[in-house]
């Protein structure tokens, strides 16, 4: 897969509040399907499995079984790629225009 399709790939992970809420849950610590599932009780198993694959094939997340348990890892690194690509540049730029401004009515 080429890097702008692993790109496009991720944003259209990032695209459903569900994905980033199981993103969330799983930011601080790896948790099984079923967990998954529990915490999103208004959902039914179906549809979170759903999520996950598309978390999956994206690499945002890593799956392991153990056992009879699917565990869900978080893999931040196609989110960092992002932000190198698309939120640093753009961040540097406008931190350097205020600090031009700022610098210009001070003086």
């Given at each position: 897969?080429?890097?702008?399709?692993?790109?496009?790939?991720?944003?259209?992970?990032?695209?459903?509040?569900?994905?980033?809420?199981?993103?969330?849950?799983?930011?601080?610590?790896?948790r099984t399907t079923g967990d998954l599932c529990a915490r999103h009780a208004d959902l039914d198993r179906c549809t979170v499995m759903q999520h996950l694959k598309v978390l999956e094939a994206s690499g945002l997340i890593v799956v392991r079984r153990e056992g009879r348990e699917r565990w869900n890892h978080l893999d931040a690194l196609p989110i960092k790629r992002v932000h190198d690509r698309w939120i640093e540049p753009y961040a540097r730029q406008s931190v350097a225009m205020l600090e031009d401004l700022k610098t210009r009515l001070e003086t």
């Amino acid at each position: 897969m080429s890097t702008e399709s692993e790109m496009d790939a991720v944003f259209k992970a990032l695209a459903s509040p569900l994905r980033r809420r199981l993103l969330d849950d799983l930011k601080d610590a790896p948790r099984t399907t079923g967990d998954l599932c529990a915490r999103h009780a208004d959902l039914d198993r179906c549809t979170v499995m759903q999520h996950l694959k598309v978390l999956e094939a994206s690499g945002l997340i890593v799956v392991r079984r153990e056992g009879r348990e699917r565990w869900n890892h978080l893999d931040a690194l196609p989110i960092k790629r992002v932000h190198d690509r698309w939120i640093e540049p753009y961040a540097r730029q406008s931190v350097a225009m205020l600090e031009d401004l700022k610098t210009r009515l001070e003086t």
